[in-house]
């Protein structure tokens, strides 16, 4: 997603699919230059739609291509100014997303049900960004510490409560979770400072683990407020 054409490469204000052994690139939304997609979310559901963040909306097209559909128009809905990295969950039913509360030094994170259109606060008082889905009730997040700076990623369980620490970096952000190979991605670096010097970790996360957060209800060793 960009604003202009490169030579031998293809960037757009629109959602694009490529095939990663043919490099065919398939756009499938037609906005003006200037009008496309925010942010840099896009999203692959289990259904085969995507999800996209457009004009304060998130909404779905067909991987195939087709007349898109409004999920949810967060501007109106929700009086939260502005919200950042918007995920929609496999299942397409929840919607995670940061939003500023002053700035961007006090940034948290909401859970919208589209079932029942309720937002929920999960993550009260703790500096969290960058949600991500494990599934469908399992959420991946970069966490803050005060007043280190220290920023590592954590899971959140939405029906158990459990929240559990995943990395020990002085700088992991922007998690994601890959079911295929059963690890989640992240970005590390080893000076919290150094947000231009990162590399990709990857750690393994199996199966029985992410079940396990269902089962443990939060604990007092649980952290779930800022220091």
Same mark, same amino acid.
């Not at 940061?98 to 030094?105: E, F, H, R, V």
């Given at each position: 997603?960009?604003?202009e054409?490169?030579?031998?490469?293809?960037?757009?204000?629109?959602v694009c699919?490529?095939?990663?052994e043919?490099?065919?690139v398939?756009?499938l939304?037609?906005?003006?230059?200037?009008?496309?997609?925010s942010?840099?979310v896009?999203?692959?559901?289990?259904?085969?739609?995507?999800?996209?963040?457009?004009?304060?909306?998130?909404?779905?097209?067909p991987?195939d291509g087709?007349?898109m559909?409004e999920?949810?128009?967060?501007?109106?809905?929700? +009086?939260?100014?502005?919200? $950042?990295?918007?995920?929609?969950? #496999? !299942? *397409?039913?929840?919607?995670?997303f940061?939003?500023? &509360?002053?700035?961007?030094?006090n940034?948290?994170?909401?859970?919208?049900?589209l079932?029942?259109?309720?937002?929920?606060?999960?993550?009260?008082?703790?500096l969290?960004?960058?949600?991500?889905?494990?599934? +469908?009730?399992c959420?991946? $997040?970069?966490?803050?510490?005060r #007043? !280190? *700076?220290f920023t590592?990623?954590?899971?959140?369980? &939405?029906?158990?409560?459990?929240?559990?620490?995943?990395?020990?970096g002085p700088?992991?952000?922007?998690?994601?979770?890959?079911?295929?190979?059963?690890?989640?991605?992240f970005?590390?670096?080893?000076?919290?400072?150094a947000?231009?010097?990162t590399h990709?970790?990857?750690? #393994?996360m199996?199966?029985?683990?992410?079940e396990?957060?269902?089962y443990?209800?939060?604990?007092?060793?649980d952290?779930?407020?800022?220091?």
């Open positions: 997603m960009c604003e054409e490169a030579k031998d490469h293809i960037v757009t204000d629109n699919k490529v095939n990663a043919t490099g065919e398939v756009q939304t037609h906005f003006a230059s200037g009008d496309g997609i942010g840099d896009v999203d692959w559901l289990a259904d085969g739609r995507i999800a996209f963040h457009y004009n304060d909306c998130i909404y779905v097209i991987s087709g007349p559909t999920l949810l128009n967060i501007g109106a809905k929700f +009086n939260l100014g502005d919200f $950042y990295d918007v995920r929609v969950s #496999p !299942s *397409g039913e929840r919607i995670a940061m939003y500023g &509360l002053g700035g961007q030094n940034l948290r994170i909401g859970v919208v049900d079932k029942t259109g309720k937002l929920r606060h999960p993550l009260r008082g703790v969290a960004r960058f949600p991500a889905w494990i599934n +469908n009730d959420l991946l $997040y970069s966490r803050g510490r #007043p !280190s *700076g590592q990623t954590w899971v959140l369980c &939405l029906s158990s409560g459990r929240t559990e620490e995943l990395t020990e700088l992991d952000i922007e998690p994601t979770f890959n079911a295929r190979v059963g690890a989640i991605f970005a590390h670096s080893t000076d919290r400072s947000f231009l010097e990709i970790w990857r750690r #393994p199996p199966r029985r683990l992410i396990s957060w269902f443990r209800r939060k604990n007092s060793k952290e779930s407020r800022d220091e």
